[in-house]
């Protein structure tokens, strides 16, 4: 089963994109959904957590407040360093479980979806490596409607924080374009059969 990596930046359209190959059957591991996940029930996390970020961290409920965390992680390169030095590994772990499990139910292959396949070394692991590119100010709207509450200069600062676009296209075996000018559909359909073969 081959495993295959889907990154870009944030609002490049990964998510749209893993949505397309879920139609086809294909199981995708979202990263950031399972990093939350883990940050929440994870009870070696959640300590190292809030010994390094404080009880701010969880809400009254034991809820991980995001919110909190983007305000204090985002802006502070020693503070983001430290979150995704916990919180990495644990998401290595659950996706190498998942890959497994993925693996006895007999899939050509499967998706891994992460805005930090290489800075995380998460690429590693993986057998090739699709990269989503739209340009920065089509990613900036769009971020600025999805998500309501982060301003231009939140989106700015987390851009900051992550690899160059350019630089991800030159890593990557495979370049999705979600620019406003290409159709995605015939683009995942070909990276699909480009997939089938490779598996043989
Ligand atoms: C700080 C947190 C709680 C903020 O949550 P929130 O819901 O506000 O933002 P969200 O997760 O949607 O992220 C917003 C954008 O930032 C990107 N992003 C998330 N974490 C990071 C990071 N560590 N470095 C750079 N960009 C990041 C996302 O991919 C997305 O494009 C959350 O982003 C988080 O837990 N990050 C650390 C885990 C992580 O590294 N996840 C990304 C890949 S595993
Ligand atoms: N081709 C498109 N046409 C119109 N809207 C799009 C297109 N691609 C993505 N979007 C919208 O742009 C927003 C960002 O897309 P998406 O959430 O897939 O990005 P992402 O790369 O997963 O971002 P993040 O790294 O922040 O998780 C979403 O609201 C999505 O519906």
């Known amino acids: 089963m081959l495993q295959i990596g889907i990154t870009g930046g944030i609002g490049s359209g990964k998510s749209v994109v893993c949505r397309l190959f879920q139609t086809l059957g294909v199981p995708v591991y979202d990263s950031d959904a399972r990093a939350k996940w883990v940050m929440a029930h994870n009870p070696q996390l959640r300590d190292e957590l809030r010994a390094t970020f404080g009880p701010e961290t969880f809400d009254a409920q034991g809820l991980l407040n995001r919110t909190y965390l983007a305000q ?3 802006p502070d390169p020693v503070h983001l360093a430290r ?4 919180v990495h590994p ?7 479980g998942w890959a497994a499990a993925r693996r006895t139910e007999g899939h050509t292959y499967v998706l891994k979806e992460a805005a930090l ?5 998460a690429y590693r692991q993986l057998d090739r490596i699709i990269t989503v590119f739209a340009p920065l100010e089509i990613r900036q709207a769009r971020v600025l409607r999805r998500d309501p509450h982060r301003t231009p ?3 700015q600062n987390i851009m900051g924080k992550q690899l160059s676009e350019e630089e991800k296209r ?4 495979y370049v999705l374009l979600n620019d406003d000018q290409h159709l995605l559909i015939p683009q995942v359909l070909e990276l699909d059969q480009a997939f089938c073969r490779l598996a043989g």
């Open 117 to 121: 396949l290489y800075e995380s070394g």
């Open 153 to 155: 200069d939140d989106i």
């Open 72 to 74: 204090v992680a985002f």
């Open 83 to 86: 979150l995704n030095a916990l």
């Open 170 to 173: 030159q890593r990557a075996n």
């Open 90 to 96: 644990h998401v290595g772990q659950d996706f190498a």
